[in-house]
C-alpha cells in the first residue's frame, strides 16, 4: 500500500463547475500538507499550504484536512479552463521528506 | 512563496556526454534543496537531497556517481549527469526547502534529452 493515494483520473468538468480532489494517506504522523498545480512541462507550483485539521480558504481554493480519517481535498469553486493541470497533494512528517500523491490530472471544458 | 530557477530549461545532447543543471535559491538562503526527476504521465521521484557544504544523500537505487550534485554555496546547487544515455532522458526539476522547513518550493523543470 502506498503512504499516499490519489486517483489519477483525468478528471474532466465543465467550466464552472465546483471540483473535488481528494487523497488518503497512511501515515498518522504527517504533520504537514500541500496541494501544488503542474501545468504541462512546468514545474509544480506551490497553491495550498495547511497544517493540523482543518479548512483554508484562499480565493477560489479551499483546501481541507481530516486527520481523523486521514484524508486531505483540494476544493475549486468557478472553475476556469486555466485550472485545467494535474494536481498534486503532498505531504511530510517533520523534517522528513516529501511525500507525492500520484497526481490527478484535471481539465475544465469551455 | 520561495522563487527557484533552473537552467537550463531543456537540453538534447548526445550519448556519452555530460550535462550540467544549474538551480538556484533565489529569494533566501537555502541550506537544502532537492533533486527530483519526473518521468511521463508520472509523479515526481526523488532522487537526492543536497546540503550546502556537505556530500548528497542519495535515494535508494540513483547512483550518485553518475548523478553528481553539488551545492557549494547557499543558493546555489548543480545536478551533473555523467555519460547520459537515452535512459537518462527526463524532466528534472530542483526544490528548496521553506525556511521553516515545513514546506518546498520547486524550479521550473529542465527538459533533458539524450539521443
Known amino acids: 500500500q502506498k503512504e499516499v493515494e490519489q486517483d489519477p483520473g483525468p478528471l474532466s468538468v465543465p467550466e464552472g463547475a465546483i471540483v473535488s480532489l481528494n487523497c488518503t494517506y497512511s501515515?498518522?504522523?504527517?504533520?504537514?500538507f500541500m496541494w501544488y498545480r503542474q501545468y504541462s512541462r512546468k514545474g509544480p507550483e506551490l497553491l495550498m499550504y495547511?497544517?493540523?485539521?482543518g479548512n483554508k480558504e484562499d480565493g477560489r481554493f479551499t483546501a481541507q484536512v481530516d486527520k481523523s480519517s486521514k484524508y486531505i481535498s483540494l476544493f475549486i469553486r468557478d472553475s476556469q479552463p486555466s485550472d485545467s493541470a494535474t494536481y498534486l497533494c503532498?505531504?511530510?512528517?517533520?523534517?522528513?521528506?516529501?511525500?507525492f500523491g500520484q497526481g490527478t490530472r484535471l481539465t475544465i471544458n469551455p | 512563496g520561495a522563487v527557484v530557477s533552473q537552467h537550463p530549461s531543456w537540453v538534447i545532447c548526445k550519448s556519452g556526454t555530460s550535462v550540467k543543471i544549474e538551480c538556484r535559491s533565489l529569494?533566501?538562503?537555502?541550506?537544502?534543496m532537492f533533486w527530483y526527476r519526473q518521468f511521463p504521465k508520472q509523479s515526481l521521484m526523488l532522487m537526492a537531497t543536497?546540503?550546502?557544504?556537505?556530500?548528497?544523500?542519495?535515494e535508494q537505487g540513483v547512483e550518485k556517481d553518475k548523478f553528481l550534485i553539488n551545492h557549494a554555496s547557499l543558493t546555489l546547487s548543480t545536478l551533473t549527469v555523467t555519460s547520459a544515455h537515452p535512459e537518462d532522458s527526463s524532466f528534472y526539476i530542483c526544490?528548496?526547502?521553506?525556511?521553516?522547513?515545513?514546506?518546498?518550493?520547486f524550479g521550473p523543470g529542465t527538459r533533458l534529452l539524450v539521443l
Open positions: 503532498a505531504m511530510k512528517q517533520g523534517a522528513q521528506k516529501l511525500v
Open positions: 501515515n498518522s504522523a504527517f504533520q504537514y
Open positions: 495547511t497544517y493540523s485539521s
Open positions: 529569494d533566501f538562503q537555502a541550506t537544502t
Open positions: 543536497s546540503n550546502e557544504g556537505s556530500k548528497a544523500t542519495y
Open positions: 526544490s528548496d526547502l521553506a525556511e521553516t522547513q515545513e514546506t518546498q518550493y
